[in-house]
């Protein structure tokens, strides 16, 4: 099984030292740095915005992973691919156009990722799969880091893993929200996960980041 890409959330990173936070990532081996944006509509929280994430570009050498759970993603896809986003991901159930959102993020000159909440079915993407980058399972209710993952979303990432395979897909399947190393096995398949709290919470994150890493191996 291949190893999963790692990308800790900066949600739980320490806002006041945010350079020395993302420094410490890259130098641990992360591979993306997931960037949540929050506007308190789409969900009840509200994280950062534009000026965190020009901000975060300009210390970050790694692709920056936005993740937005906003209303009216339209509205801001250009924004945030000036800012810096490498990836620009918005939910599907934020939009009723996910098609032409994704070409304009295309357009943009990203890679478009769509986001599911955990109720939503794997199935709706059969189509968008063959023009989408990466599908993010919320493996929570989004809008808050430190939450547990909800179980039954294992078995969404095994559907979504042979749907792709059905339609000849090659998008990337990430998994966010409640993922530790005790967790990761749940979702094996996944081909990116996303960690927050049990990453950069941890007294030792570079062991968590191998753990993460290393927690499919074991698996069939
Ligand atoms: C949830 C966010 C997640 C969150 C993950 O709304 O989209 O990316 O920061 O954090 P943990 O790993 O703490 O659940
Ligand atoms: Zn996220």
């Not at 070409?103 to 059969?126: D, M, S, W």
């Not at 979504?160 to 409640?178: F, H, K, M, P």
């Not at 570079?206 to 890493?213: P, S, T």
Request: charged content about 20%; overall charge negative.
């Amino acid at each position: 099984m291949k190893r999963p890409l790692i990308a800790p959330s900066l949600l739980a990173a320490d806002f006041g030292r945010l350079a020395d936070e993302i420094a410490d990532l890259e130098a641990i081996g992360a591979d993306w740095l997931h960037c949540d944006v929050m506007d308190g509509v789409f969900v009840p929280n509200i994280s950062f915005g534009l000026p965190v994430v020009e901000a975060i570009r300009r210390y970050a050498r790694l692709p920056l992973d936005v993740h937005l759970m906003i209303q009216r993603p339209e509205a801001y896809l250009e924004p945030f691919a000036q800012a810096g986003a490498d990836i620009i991901t918005f939910h599907w159930e934020a939009t009723s156009h996910p098609d032409r959102l994704v070409q304009e993020i295309h357009r943009l000159g990203k890679r478009a990722g769509i986001a599911i909440n955990p109720a939503t079915p794997v199935e709706l993407l059969a189509d968008i799969l063959a023009v989408v980058d990466i599908v993010c399972v919320m493996s929570v209710n989004p809008g808050f880091g430190g939450q547990r993952l909800i179980p039954y979303v294992a078995k969404k990432v095994q559907r979504l893993a042979v749907l792709r395979a059905q339609v000849g897909s090659s998008a990337l399947i990430e998994v966010d929200g409640g993922i530790t190393p005790e967790t990761a096995p749940l979702v094996k398949g996944a081909d990116i996960i996303v960690a927050g709290h049990s990453l950069l919470r941890a007294s030792d994150r570079k062991a968590v980041v191998g753990a993460l890493r290393a927690s499919f191996e074991s698996l069939a």
